[in-house]
């Protein structure tokens, strides 16, 4: 079974290069400064931000589905990127360090199971979820901010 994680379209951090703070707060984001490594994980580049690095802080809807599972909440990205990373059949360098929630969801975006995965565990979740027929793609999570990371795609 292989499977494909890919990074967030870069397009998404578009309309905050060079915004203003007044412009930033008008599409209700924020300027942020990296202070540590890891602890600002880039949803573009699925990528620890390095320590001076600039980050854009937003609302970002990770599950744009017609269904209850519809969710959202804050995440970290650059602006600049030119591409989304893209691994497959191997963990990328943001699911490193961190205990993950894994929510996994049919091709009918309704949740059919869901897991923790500890810090070093993240493939071995992932190809365990991908072994039930009904999971079409999961949705990785911060365990303990609720934040998405990413999206696991059978490939």
């Known amino acids: ?6 990074g967030l379209s870069p397009a998404i951090a578009k309309p905050f290069a060079g915004a203003s703070e007044a412009q930033l707060s008008a599409l209700g ?4 400064t990296a202070t540590s490594k890891p602890g ?5 580049s699925l990528e620890d ?3 001076g690095d600039e980050l854009i802080l937003f609302h970002h809807i ?4 017609d269904s209850p599972y519809r969710s959202a ?5 650059r602006t600049g990127l030119s591409e989304a990373a893209q691994y497959t059949d191997i963990v990328p360098p943001v699911f490193q360090g961190r205990s993950l929630g894994m929510r996994a969801f049919g091709r009918d975006a309704l949740l059919k199971t869901a897991s923790l995965a500890a810090p070093g565990y993240a493939d071995g979740a992932i190809r365990a979820l991908f072994e039930l ?3 079409g793609y999961i949705d990785v999570h911060n365990a303990a901010h ?3 990371v990413a999206r696991v795609e059978r490939f």
Do not use: K
Not at 1 to 6: D, P
Not at 40 to 44: D, G, N, Q
Not at 62 to 65: F, L, Q, T
């Open 1 to 6: 079974m292989t499977y494909q994680i890919t």
């Open 73 to 77: 909440y804050a995440i970290f990205a």
């Open 40 to 44: 600002f994980p880039c949803r573009i």
């Open 133 to 135: 027929d009904e999971v």
């Open 29 to 32: 984001a924020i300027r942020i």
């Open 62 to 65: 990770s599950h744009n589905v």
């Open 146 to 148: 609720g934040c998405f």
């Open 49 to 51: 931000a390095n320590v």
